[in-house]
């Protein structure tokens, strides 16, 4: 693997991980705020969200780690 291969997966790691994090903190923000619901059910989604980008992000090194 060489230098631009490695951060061009490491760009897209991080603009994949960005998204449910920024959906985290502002379901945060707007539970604190508001009291609402929608940011109880925007905390939970992102934080389902982040939980399957990882797993898919160690299910894809694995992947790398067994190809031939």
Not at 28 to 57: N, P
């Amino acid at each position: 693997m060489d230098g631009a291969e490695v951060a061009g997966r490491l760009i897209g790691f991080a603009i994949v991980m960005a998204i449910p994090i920024l959906m985290i903190v502002s379901g945060q923000r707007r539970k604190t705020r508001t009291s609402g619901e929608r940011g109880g059910v925007l905390l939970v989604s992102g934080i389902v969200l982040l939980v399957l980008v990882v797993l898919g992000i160690l299910s894809s090194a694995a992947q790398m780690s067994t190809a031939p």
